[in-house]
């Protein structure tokens, strides 16, 4: 059987996100771009669907305004809700108001139909090699070997990106690894305010644990280190949210799940790529707090777009750019995690510090302490000193070093 063979401009991994705002840069400049994805579109995607205000002012900006197809029941959340331990809830609004609740299979699906790219479906990236001229790529759909040539590759693949692990074969194997999953349960009867997205800060259920309502159900989340026991997690945390919130579901009917790579963001290790190949959104490492991806993955997509146009009309390499370019994403997502930029400045899209300053003196207290009990559960991953380095850096130079990332 003979290979088919696609020459492009710019061939784009992953028809997310990311991919979306890295072809919608492209394509408006006239250039000829592919994006594969491997799964067949509109496809499903494991996420809660809650748009940051800067997301959301990116998608309107970049594709429209929002079809109300693309939403989930309830159409918006107002802000997030903090629960700890200690029974004390704080909740906090966006900043400007509610934003949308994506329905990430058809959102997705409109922000790639919009950008105007090509899309191949059904179509998974293998392997490339970059000969500095052009890049080949080979890719399988339906049995069928593609050999692509490109003069640029942008992985825009998530988390466990292939093109990451094409250039760099060991890096994945270096980083922690989490496990979310999320399973879907009737609502007999729900205390939690459902115009929020709700984030408990208790060491006991999980290094990560949330809720939210979705189309008359309930999402109940738990985030852990890879190798834990999903079902058992989940367990505790409906139990925790039966007994101290009221919080009466029927036994899930669908569970979903997906491994992490939540880390690289908090200490400034972000993977670029090399060559011609740039790496952008979640595959990149692009992760702000509370496990909001989406706002990062569009704004690092369209800026890897941006650098391609830009080395092409000045002639300059591609990587020197994108590292130039990124380095305001960089500085806004790992801020995210600095605790001298969250003591001092308001990194966040919700104003956690004026609503901690309604508390009562007593109940601050309260809250710090189940805040650095919650903190400890996060040691084994030797972060802390590597966030206080960063953070020093960053305070004398005004930004993170680029020399930490791949
Ligand atoms: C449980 C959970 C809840 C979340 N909740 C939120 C939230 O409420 N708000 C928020 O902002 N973020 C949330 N996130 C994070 C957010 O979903 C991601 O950060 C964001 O989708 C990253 O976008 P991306 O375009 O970089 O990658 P992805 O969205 O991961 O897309 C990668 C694409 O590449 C494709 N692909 C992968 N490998 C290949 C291959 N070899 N060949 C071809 N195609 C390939 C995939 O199929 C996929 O379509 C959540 C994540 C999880 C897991």
């Given amino acids: 059987m003979r290979e088919i063979e696609v020459k492009v401009d710019v061939l784009i991994v992953g028809a997310s996100l990311a991919g979306s705002a890295a072809a919608k840069r492209l394509v408006d400049a006239g250039l000829e771009v592919v994006a594969l994805e491997r799964r067949s579109l509109p496809r499903d995607k494991v996420c809660s669907g809650i748009l940051s205000p800067r997301g959301h002012r990116f998608l309107v900006e970049n594709f429209g305004t929002l079809p109300e197809e693309i939403l989930h029941n309830p159409v918006s959340c107002r802000g997030v809700t903090f629960h700890f331990p200690s029974m004390i809830s704080i909740p906090m609004d966006f900043d400007g108001g509610p934003t949308p609740h994506l329905h990430r299979k058809f959102s997705d699906y409109w922000a790639i139909t919009r950008s105007g790219v090509t899309v191949h479906d059904n179509t998974t990236f293998l392997c490339l090699e970059d000969s500095g001229r052009d890049v080949s790529v080979r890719a399988r759909r339906e049995g069928r070997e593609i050999r692509y040539h490109a003069r640029f590759v942008i992985g825009a693949d998530g988390p466990k990106s292939a093109v990451t692990r094409a250039l760099y074969p060991d890096y994945q194997k270096s980083i922690p690894w989490f496990m979310v999953g999320q399973k879907f349960q009737k609502i007999i009867e729900c205390p939690l305010d459902r115009e929020y997205f709700h984030f408990w800060f208790h060491p006991g259920l999980g290094h990560y644990t949330w809720s939210h309502e979705r189309n008359e159900q309930q999402i109940v989340g738990v985030g852990f280190p890879a190798g834990g026991n999903l079902h058992r997690a989940h367990g505790n945390v409906e139990k925790y949210l039966n007994e101290k919130h009221g919080v009466k579901l029927e036994p899930a009917d669908r569970l979903e799940g997906c491994a992490q790579n939540f880390g690289p963001s908090l200490i400034n290790r972000y993977v670029f790529g090399r060559g011609n190949v740039l790496i952008t959104g979640q595959a990149a490492g692009f992760f702000n707090m509370l496990a909001e991806g989406m706002s990062c993955a569009l704004h690092s997509g369209a ?41 001092f400045s308001n990194p966040h899209e919700a104003d956690f510090k004026s609503e901690f300053g309604k508390l009562s003196r007593r109940e601050k207290i309260t809250v710090i302490r189940d805040l650095v009990n919650f903190l400890k559960i996060y040691a084994p991953f030797k972060w802390g000193r590597q966030i206080l380095a960063q953070t020093a850096i960053r305070t004398i130079l005004g930004e993170y070093p680029s020399g930490r990332w791949l």
């Fill in 303 to 343: 800026i890897a777009g941006e650098s391609i146009l830009e080395a092409m009309q000045r002639s300059r390499p591609v990587q020197e750019v994108y590292r130039e370019l990124i380095a305001s994403e960089v500085k806004r997502c790992t801020d995210q995690w600095n605790p001298l930029q969250i003591l």
